[in-house]
């Protein structure tokens, strides 16, 4: 095997074929490096019979090792070459499954003839497979290649997880554990289980299987359907292109649009299919869906219908079946999402930070609304301490009509204290006091006293590693000034929430 084995080694080494994740080339080495002889006959009556055959007059079984009267032979021999005997019979042996199995990149393409199919598809580019068979077919696939037809079969291996039950166990038809995919589709839907596997499968590790995680699947994909409906009930004639007039909300979408689509493209030059789903995920469920949407109800954005076809096409992959249905509903263009090609960035026209700070301080008072149980319904006094451009910013219709809405606060003052009891919001650049009728001040003071503690450790840790001459020395310029921005921050924050707790 020796000899084999050098150049499969080679060709990850070099480059040739990259192994995905990484840290299977260990694995894949450690096998070829310390390779042993393959017994490639197997005691089973299916398989290919190996193609030997015995003399009864010449060969002695008795001494396999002297090959006396052992004919090897593609056509079946009428008669021993050695003694001329037409008694012969062949090994009853079958090749090694794997023996058959790593001519199969090659094999299925009519080798050894030269055919237009093993000159199309010969090599391939990836091979996606467990990481339980990386020697006993991956390693071989690599060997048998590079002899047999001079080239690696595939430049790329990606290894997935294998998946086990939620106590860890394989999945076995003896244990019975194993769940059966028909049944799984037929109760989630299939995308929700082919994107509920995806969203619980690390890269790294086993999948602990649970159904659970398929109606997160599930959950995602109602969602989603929905969005779609309320787009086409709220757009009917608008455009599927990317709008030229933009609002700052359009603007402040394709901006988290083109991060999400930066991410994603990087995912892939690596195959992390998982990190993909996350992502996608995230994006639709706690972006598009909770702020962009609420934005669109309020502010008439021109964007909606294009994202959403930017959104399914990247969704394609994982959720094809509802994606096409979406796809179709709205007449998106192609006669099929399969035809569609891969996402762009968006040319941005204005800065974003605004609608992002906003978007913050719609998230705290929320917090506050809730650590006080104070009803959605109710109806707060609000005073904003801002600088000048913010204060501009929200006292046009739209703004204010966003803040207003999605805060519950009937009346804002700017930029002048409260005289009463309030709660406290504090962000970089706003401070928002909210008035607190009938709310249980202690509580409050607990809350911020709370928070100042936590703000204090983080600011020792950070001064702490700051002061340590070997972080100093082995961290780069960009994290070190990351750190010093985040203490920065931190003591800015911590300096207002000590303001908020006085004014309780
Ligand atoms: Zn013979």
Redesign the pocket.
């Known amino acids: 095997m020796q000899p084999l084995a050098e150049p499969a080694l080679t060709v990850v080494k070099n480059g040739t074929v990259k192994i995905f994740p990484q840290r299977w080339v260990n694995l894949y080495n450690h096998w070829l490096e310390n390779v042993r002889d393959w017994c490639i006959s197997r005691q089973l009556w299916w398989g290919h019979r190996i193609p030997v055959y015995y003399?009864?007059?010449?060969?002695d079984p008795e001494k396999p090792e002297a090959k006396?009267?052992m004919i090897v032979s593609e056509t079946e021999p009428k008669r021993?070459?050695?003694?001329?005997?037409t008694k012969l019979r062949q090994d009853d042996d079958v090749l090694d499954t794997w023996f058959s199995s790593w001519l199969w990149p090659f094999g299925t393409l009519g080798w050894p003839e030269k055919t237009e199919d093993l000159e199309r598809f010969y090599p391939t580019q990836t091979l996606v497979t467990g990481w339980d068979i990386i020697y006993l077919w991956v390693a071989r696939m690599i060997m048998a290649g590079l002899e047999f037809t001079g080239s690696v079969p595939f430049s790329s291996v990606v290894f997935h997880p294998m998946v086990r039950d939620e106590k860890g166990r394989k999945m076995s038809k003896s244990l019975g554990n194993s769940p059966d995919p028909v049944e799984l589709a037929d109760k989630y839907g299939a995308d929700a289980m082919r994107l509920g596997i995806q969203l619980i499968t690390p890269r790294e590790q086993d999948v602990l299987f649970s159904e659970k995680s398929l109606d997160v699947g599930r959950k995602f994909c109602n969602k989603l359907w929905n969005a779609s409906r309320l787009i086409y009930m709220n757009h009917k004639d608008g455009s599927n292109e990317l709008p030229t007039e933009r609002s700052i909300y359009d603007e402040w979408i394709l901006s988290e649009f083109n991060e999400l689509l930066e991410n994603i493209n990087r995912y892939y030059e690596t195959f992390e299919l998982n990190a993909i789903a996350r992502a996608l995920y995230d994006f639709v469920w706690h972006v598009f869906c909770d702020w962009f949407l609420e934005f669109d109800k309020l502010t008439a954005s021109h964007s909606a219908r294009y994202l959403l076809k930017q959104i399914i096409i990247m969704l394609h992959p994982y959720i094809p079946h509802i994606t096409e249905e979406i796809y179709q509903k709205f007449s998106f263009g192609k006669k099929s999402i399969m035809c569609e090609t891969w996402p762009q960035k968006v040319a941005l026209k204005q800065e974003t930070d605004h609608v992002s700070l906003l978007k913050a301080l719609i998230e705290q008072v929320r917090n506050v609304r809730g650590l006080f149980n104070i009803s959605a319904k109710d109806k707060l006094h609000a005073w904003l301490i801002t600088p000048q451009k913010f204060q501009k910013f929200l006292e046009s219709d739209t703004h204010i009509k966003v803040l207003k809405k999605l805060t519950g606060f009937d009346e804002i003052t700017f930029n002048t204290e409260p005289e009463i009891k309030v709660a406290s919001v504090i962000l970089p650049n706003v401070q928002c006091y909210i008035e607190l009728t009938g709310i249980d001040i202690q509580k409050e003071k607990t809350r911020l006293t709370r928070e100042i503690a936590s703000l204090t450790k983080r600011i020792d840790e950070i001064k702490y590693r700051l002061n340590n001459p070997q972080y100093v020395t082995k961290a780069s310029e960009m994290v070190k000034k990351r750190e010093a921005e985040r203490l920065e921050n931190f003591l800015k924050k911590k300096e207002s929430i000590s303001k908020a707790v006085e004014k309780l």
């Open positions: 003399c009864d007059h010449c060969h006396t009267g021993c070459p050695k003694c001329g005997s």
